[in-house]
């Protein structure tokens, strides 16, 4: 089981830190976002090394992702938030190693229950 927390209420550029704490061993760990009336997107991923990540374009430069490992963690790092990255995150993982894209939602089968993040103009 994943449990996200970390969201709330933000100003545009302003910054929040989300963190999603795993009941057990992880592999490939995601965080995706669904905003109100659009489909679920691809946030950004991250392998169990650490080593090989991946960002959507839209939040390139702007989030980072990062795990600790030994305490079945990862974060979500978000600056310069926008109002457009209002959404609710969710994160993902997979609990059994994977060749497939961190992007892909198929490959993850366990995920948070989201978290609010909401950004003003």
């Known amino acids: 089981q994943l449990q996200a927390c970390g969201g709330g209420l933000a100003q545009a550029g302003g910054s929040l830190r989300l963190s999603c704490v795993a009941s057990?061993?992880?592999?490939?760990m995601a965080w995706f976002r669904q905003a109100p009336g659009k489909e679920r997107e691809f946030i950004t991923g991250i392998k169990r090394s650490g080593s090989s990540t991946s960002y959507a374009d839209s939040v390139k430069g702007r989030f980072t992702i990062s795990r600790d490992n030994a305490k079945n963690t990862v974060y979500l790092q978000m600056n310069s938030l926008k109002p457009e990255d209002t959404a609710v995150y969710y994160c993902?993982?997979?609990?059994?190693?994977?060749?497939?894209?961190?992007?892909?939602?198929?490959?993850?089968?366990?995920w948070g229950q989201g978290t609010l993040v909401t950004v003003s103009s």
């Open positions: 993902a993982a997979t609990v059994q190693a994977t060749w497939g894209a961190l992007a892909s939602p198929v490959i993850y089968d366990s």
């Open positions: 057990g061993r992880t592999f490939s």
